[in-house]
């Protein structure tokens, strides 16, 4: 891992910001928002508290996508003898690799503590579909970047 692409790496983790701009914003904030059952005012207490950690918690989650598609191409070590993993550094495969965590991690840790929290199926949705959408760009974004 001597080459890491730290700035790709960083410039995925700051996409969450833009995605959950668009997503807890225009397109499903308000529905978020009566989900969460909190104001709007409420909901910008300590904002840049709340989007510091967010952007160091996502730089986590990207390093995870990396070394799984990125460092090997998903492909196990012992089997990569003569394989060029450069052709899998592309953005549509980080966006596999980026759906299947939000898919198999994400999304079951999600909707367990929302069904213990007796959260709707509506916020469930709205918060396993940002966290699809997010790591299929981050995924992509560290694989094409490469």
Excluded: C
């Amino acid at each position: 891992m001597e080459n890491v692409n730290w700035i790709a790496l960083i410039v995925a983790a700051l996409s969450t910001l833009v995605i959950g701009f668009l997503w807890y914003g225009p397109l499903f904030g308000k529905a978020w928002m009566k989900e969460t059952g909190i104001t709007e005012a409420q909901a910008q207490k300590g904002m840049p508290l709340r989007f510091g950690l967010s952007v160091v918690l996502a730089f986590f989650a990207i390093f995870f996508i990396y070394v799984n598609s990125v460092v090997t191409g998903g492909i196990p070590p012992d089997e990569l003898h003569g394989i060029d993993v450069s052709r899998y550094h592309t953005f549509g495969h980080g966006v596999v690799h980026g759906i299947s965590v939000a898919l198999f991690i994400a999304m079951p840790v999600l909707v367990t503590n929302a069904l213990f929290e007796q959260k709707s199926f509506k916020y469930m949705l709205i918060n396993v579909g940002y966290w699809i959408v997010t790591f299929a760009i981050m995924g992509g974004i560290v694989n094409a970047w490469v």
